[in-house]
């Protein structure tokens, strides 16, 4: 009875953990699947995943079915003595079953083999984008070493057109993955690893960091954000020409606190005197999305947040905790902050 109760309870909650699985995959509307492509390398990927999937499913029936079948009828019956007829050294089965392998396996690498080989191709000319992406506990960096833009957690391209991608790490092992664009890719330290996606549309895509790279490593997301030619132009002339003047009294008096606290000397403001390479570089933080590895929102009050108690959304970051800013200080740099266009 006791063992039946037990029987119950896990049933009920496998289905509803089922039914919150469901849900949850419900509100994503597939942003993040690998499944759901929306450019021609993910959807080479899922074509390839497919085709193996279809001949394992293949493989899968037809074995279950010999099986059963072999259950059913050669089971012991009544009256049977001793051992059935023993079948060893078939031939015909034995150059089957070999020679049925190697087929599927030869279907297999044909296409893994066409590509793996184009997608390894190095992209280059004139009209494609290159962007150096580097990996840090917990942000990504995305150089345009083209365009001379640096930006962080948000990599801005332009929509119908290859993107090749450098990648390093600052640190540990991380890997840059946009499911909806590619596959994984690994930033090792010491190392540059090349890969290119493509988003057919413009849209937002968004990322994960995919390799455990220390405790924040749940926290380090970013996005792509993929544009129209002509919008991402325009993304690139205002990152060219980045306006960092405090508009307001308050940004002014921001801008102080700023340097007073030594922020500068982790952080980059691209036409002011800081010019700190540890930290995301901030330049145009106010036109972002997200914050801190796109952990949270970009909104005044999740930037003081974040200044004050950084730790508290990202343990171990190497950004210290200002929690004795005063609340005028942090307001005055937030204002400052988020004016810079
Ligand atoms: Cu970076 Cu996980």
Request: aromatic share 8%; with cysteine.
């Amino acid at each position: 009875m006791k063992r039946r109760l037990h029987l119950g309870v896990r049933a009920r909650l496998a289905g509803v953990t089922l039914l919150t699985m469901l849900a949850l995959s419900a509100c994503a509307q597939h942003a993040q699947s690998a499944l759901h492509p929306a450019g021609p390398v993910s959807q080479a990927e899922l074509g390839l995943m497919g085709f193996g999937f279809w001949i394992m499913l293949g493989v899968f029936v037809v074995v279950v079915a010999v099986l059963g079948y072999s259950l059913v009828r050669f089971r012991e019956r009544r009256g049977d003595q001793g051992l059935p007829p023993q079948v060893e050294g078939n031939h015909r089965l034995e150059i089957a079953w070999t020679l049925i392998p190697i087929v599927l396996l030869a279907l297999l690498i044909v296409p893994t083999f066409r590509a793996t080989f184009a997608l390894a191709q190095q992209q280059r000319g004139p009209g494609v984008v290159q962007v150096t992406v580097v990996g840090h506990q917990w942000w990504w960096e995305f150089d345009y070493p083209q365009l001379g833009i640096v930006t962080a957690d948000e990599m801005h391209i332009p929509a119908g057109e290859r993107v090749q991608l450098t990648l390093r790490s600052a640190d540990v092992l991380h890997s840059f993955w946009v499911p909806a664009l590619a596959g994984k890719e690994d930033t090792v330290p010491g190392q540059s690893n090349t890969m290119y996606l493509e988003a057919a549309r413009p849209g937002l895509y968004p990322g994960q960091c995919a390799e455990f790279c220390g405790v924040s490593h749940s926290e380090m997301r970013f996005d792509v954000i993929a544009q129209t030619p002509s919008a991402f132009a325009a993304w690139v002339q205002a990152r060219q020409h980045p306006d960092s003047t405090p508009a307001t009294a308050q940004a002014v008096q921001g801008e102080k606190v700023f340097a007073q606290y030594g922020c500068g000397s982790c952080h980059t403001i691209d036409g002011t005197q800081f010019q700190g390479k540890v930290g995301p570089n901030l330049s145009g933080l106010g036109t972002r999305l997200t914050l801190a590895g796109a952990s949270l929102q970009n909104t005044p009050k999740d930037l003081r947040l974040w200044v004050s108690d950084a730790h508290k959304i990202m343990p171990s970051t190497v950004m210290p905790n200002f929690s004795t800013m005063s609340s005028s200080d942090l307001h005055a740099l937030s204002a400052y902050l988020e004016g810079l266009k």
